[in-house]
């Protein structure tokens, strides 16, 4: 039954594309032994697909609270750069006063001396934190917003890929399904025509 769902084709991350049944007798030669493996090979693809989707759509989601903050702390760093490349002689126009976020509802006041900063501390994930100069900050966090937005187009491109197939697995299987049930009635229709015959 494996080789029914061979895939032909499959998209760049190699995620197969289903098979649509346009003729159930060319997936089921022998109904009595062929019908329940072919329907459990299409309802395991289809669990598969729906397991992909679920993991896609969790990295859809972490990516769309990943990018935000890269672009809030690439502005905020890139703002830092502008101020200490104007070089003001006011001490006043020197100092930075802001909010900064402690916890979820907790923010705090910083003051930041642009003159006296030449680094800034980064989390990079696994309670890692490091400290980067300026302007490898700069550059750290615009590859990585570069390569979290072509991220989350290939997980869009996924996730759409992933809907498609599991509609037609859906499809396959209610055909599959309505195919079976017309069959069994046929056939108690022609054994009751029998039955009344031998009568």
């Known amino acids: 039954m494996a080789e029914l769902l061979k895939p032909t084709k499959t998209n760049p991350r190699g995620i197969p594309e289903a098979p649509f049944i346009d003729k159930v007798e060319n997936f089921i030669k022998n109904p009595e032994s062929d019908f329940d493996k072919v329907m459990q090979a299409f309802q395991d693809r289809l669990q598969q697909y729906k397991y992909m989707e679920l993991s896609k759509r969790q990295q859809l989601g972490n990516l769309k609270v990943k990018i935000p903050d890269i ?3 690439l502005e905020i760093i890139s703002h830092i750069q502008e101020r200490k490349e104007n070089d003001v002689e006011d001490d006043e126009e020197n100092v930075i006063e802001t909010n900064y976020e402690i916890n ?5 006041k910083a003051t930041i001396d642009v003159e006296n900063l030449n680094s800034v501390y980064l989390w990079l994930g696994a309670e890692v934190m490091l400290e980067y100069p300026i302007d490898e ?14 991220s989350l187009a290939i997980v869009k491109e996924d996730l759409e890929f992933l809907k498609e197939n599991i509609t037609t697995m859906e499809v396959n299987t209610a055909r599959l399904y309505n195919w079976d049930v017309e069959r069994r009635k046929n056939m108690r229709i022609t054994e009751e025509r029998t039955k009344n015959l031998k009568i």
């Not at 979820?104 to 705090?108: I, K, N, P, S």
């Open 104 to 108: 979820d509802t907790l923010y705090t």
């Open 137 to 150: 900050a700069i550059s750290l966090l615009e590859e990585r917003l570069q390569n979290n937005k072509e």
């Open 71 to 73: 672009e809030k702390n």
